[in-house]
């Protein structure tokens, strides 16, 4: 049997240990605010229906008989009480891809401009459902809701063929007088890789970035060795400035490691410029460095500094559009995704690596991964500087 004195000697140590803890606020608060934000996060996350909403699709209606307008009028009669799509009239195909490839809708249903020629001949017409690849699960939501909607509408024409009576008809035409017709706005299509591997991309940025230089920091003042950098003839911010250097030349390295691993191995099409890729990259490690070094110089201890570290990662990495869409989940952590760094970072790395946009089309996300940059890090030099100083 265990001596009773060792049995104390235990009960002490791990006294010793829980007042500590107690005395942690930080590691205290988050040490169970972190599972209860996971918890909930994973069930609101996954829903028991997996649809969409508030997704905005373009329509564009080219015939001018009354079939088009028509078609035209019943699809938005179908959806106006839609709370999976949100239409919106465009006048082009090319207007509705520039939308597209702008992130402005999502998808777009063409009825093409022989649309009335077409069924007035006897002659199947099609109307085009144009979508993202970049998004394949979006695309296929989009895909298979106004497919259902356009066999519907077929349906109602084949029953008008039937009731005239109409003699010499194609018997293809008379069971399917209109059919959708998906393509995709870049040649080639995509794949469910060429959605993941850019979020996984930006994944890898933001949890190296978050970690590298503000744990490094927290461990290097933790263990004593911070004391002999700040005695040494350096300025607190070459400190920073040279980490975040050795940082951000280290992400560039790594992601453009995995984007030659998804090129030659799994097959990614890259379209993008790769400096305007690289610039995305810099942009999105100087944002996850800058907020890593807040967050470690608020907190005392190691421990605390990754209890906010945890609390930040987590959220970026399910709710950021990493692994499926934001458009799937429910509609308040759509409002949580907006607010996210990492949702920008791998917005902007999809454009341009699937899409192959150039500046023009991710000048939003450079600007707000811009912005965010210099901002933690004006504010995190002067916090490290107030935090060893203490």
Do not use: C
Request: proline share 5%; no cysteine; glycine share 8%.
């Amino acid at each position: 049997m265990m001596p009773f004195k060792t049995f104390e000697e235990i009960l002490t140590i791990a006294y010793k240990d829980l007042k500590e803890f107690q005395r942690n606020r930080i590691g205290l608060v988050f040490s169970f605010v972190f599972p209860i934000m996971l918890i909930a996060m994973f069930g609101y996350m996954f829903p028991t229906t997996n649809v969409v909403h508030d997704v905005p699709v373009g329509i564009v209606n080219l015939d001018s008989g009354v079939y088009g307008k028509q078609v035209f009028d019943t699809i938005h009669l179908a959806l106006s009480n839609s709370t999976a799509f949100k239409l919106v009239n465009v006048t082009t195909s090319d207007e509705a891809e520039n939308m597209i490839f702008a992130g402005t809708i999502k998808g777009a249903v063409v009825i093409p401009e022989n649309l009335t020629e077409s069924l007035l001949s006897g002659n199947q017409a099609k109307i085009v459902i144009l979508t993202d690849p970049t998004n394949t699960a979006l695309s296929a939501s989009i895909t298979q809701g106004f497919s259902v909607l356009i066999d519907a509408i077929s349906r109602q024409f084949a029953s008008n063929i039937i009731r005239q009576n109409i003699q010499g008809l194609n018997p293809q035409f008379i069971l399917q007088p209109v059919r959708a017709d998906t393509q995709y706005i870049v040649s080639g299509g995509g794949s469910y890789f060429d959605f993941v591997a850019p979020g996984f991309i930006g994944m890898g940025v933001m949890m190296s970035g978050l970690t590298a230089v503000g744990a490094a920091l927290a461990r290097e003042r933790e263990i004593g060795t911070l004391d002999g950098l700040l005695m040494a003839p350096i300025s607190r911010v070459s400190i920073i400035l040279g980490k975040t250097l050795a940082q951000t030349l280290r992400n560039l390295l790594q992601g453009s490691l995995i984007i030659l691993l998804a090129i030659f191995v799994f097959g990614v099409h890259v379209r993008g410029n790769p400096l305007l890729i690289a610039a995305i990259l810099i942009l999105g490690t100087l944002s996850f460095l800058g907020i890593g070094i807040v967050a470690t110089s608020i907190a005392k201890e190691q421990e605390s500094a990754q209890f906010i570290l945890g609390f930040l990662q987590f959220p970026m990495m399910f709710l950021s559009g990493v692994l499926f869409p934001v458009e799937q989940m429910p509609l308040p952590l759509q409002y949580v995704s907006k607010v996210l760094p990492l949702t920008y970072a791998v917005d902007a790395l999809r454009k341009v690596m699937v899409l192959g946009v150039g500046p023009e089309g991710v000048i939003f996300q450079l600007f707000l991964l811009g912005i965010l940059s210099v901002a933690t890090i004006v504010i995190g030099v002067p916090l490290f500087d107030r935090a060893v100083r203490k």
